[in-house]
């Protein structure tokens, strides 16, 4: 007889991410300045150093190669446009590569890379170039400081959201190897035959047609892709949850049958509780990662009785 995932009610659901949201708000609380200001004061020197190449952006074209082919300095100016341009995106609007190497082949292409980012240039923060005159210094002073901090807060949001998931990652494959599972390399499972055996797992890994962050063998037979998810708000839960973990829950149990795999999602963070109930109503069991040993404890109760 194969034992059920938990199945939380809402009330239930909601008291666990009330507790998943004071561990979050008191990570982020802890979260020392001096790593933002660290950041800032970083970006402050090459937004200074961009100004000063360009005289003040007035003259872009005789160093438009040495900003494009320099990797602060192309991020900074990415970071004129309001709002900022992403990488992706500045290639796909100027029709170019940001290639150092085919810049330096294509002087046209530099040119339509700079003329993008000109025309999205924020106005706000360099008022003197539509206005076609030198800037105040407190200005220019100004547009560094704002710059700086857009680069900033950007680059720490994004490695919270790394170092979230890498942590929580971490955790999860600690606590498998203490409750006595082997790791195994990562392997596409195309049946279920193809995945890791009883007390085995992988990490990130191909299960079916859907990537997986850990694929288990439960002590029973059964499979478990799993998937680790960090939230920093409700709104972003339900891209992280409701439309990728519970989606793949349903392509899993389609493709392999609910019989056979029980799709999982480890969670941290922020999340709401009716979207919880409708990933678990789609058949994805929830777990928490500030309470491992709920998850470890279900895991052993897989194991067949001698």
């Known amino acids: ?13 909601d008291v666990a991410r ?5 561990r979050f708000r008191d990570e982020r ?6 790593q933002y200001l660290e950041l800032f004061d970083v970006y402050r020197g090459t937004a200074e150093e961009l100004l000063e190449a360009t005289v003040d952006l007035t003259s872009i074209d005789e160093p438009a190669l040495e900003l494009l082919t320099n990797p ?11 709002p900022p341009i992403s990488e992706d995106d500045l290639k796909t609007l100027a029709e170019a590569s940001l290639a150092p190497s085919r810049l330096r082949g294509d002087r046209a292409m530099a040119g339509r890379v700079i003329e993008t980012v000109f025309t999205a240039l924020d106005r706000r923060r360099f008022p003197w170039v539509a206005e076609g005159r030198e800037p105040e210094e407190a200005e220019r002073d100004a547009a560094a400081a704002a710059t700086a901090a857009l680069m900033a807060t950007q680059r720490l949001s994004t490695s919270r959201r790394n170092e979230g998931k890498n942590q929580q990652e971490g955790a999860v494959e600690a606590a498998l190897l203490t409750a006595g599972f082997e790791q195994v390399a990562p392997c596409v499972v195309t049946t279920l035959d193809d ?9 990130e890994a191909m299960f079916g047609t859907r990537k997986a962050d850990f694929i288990v063998g439960l002590w029973d037979g059964r499979k478990m892709p799993l998937e680790c998810k960090v939230s920093n708000s409700s709104t972003n839960s339900v891209k992280r949850l409701n439309n990728d973990a519970a989606a793949k829950a349903v392509a899993w149990s389609q493709e392999f049958g609910t019989a056979q795999t029980v799709p999982a999602a480890m969670l941290s963070g922020v999340f709401k509780t009716h979207n919880l109930v409708a990933a678990q109503r789609s058949g994805l069991a929830l777990f928490w990662a500030y309470k491992l040993d709920v998850f470890l404890s279900w895991i052993e109760d897989t194991r067949p009785v001698a």
Not at 72 to 82: D, I, K, M, S, V
């Open 1 to 13: 007889m194969t034992i059920p995932p938990p199945h939380w009610s809402a009330e239930e659901l």
């Open 18 to 22: 009330m507790s998943a949201i004071t």
């Open 29 to 34: 609380l802890q979260e020392p300045l001096e």
């Open 72 to 82: 602060a300095l192309l991020e900074t100016l990415r970071y004129l446009a309001g």
């Open 195 to 203: 995945a890791p055996r009883r007390g085995a797992f992988c990490r």
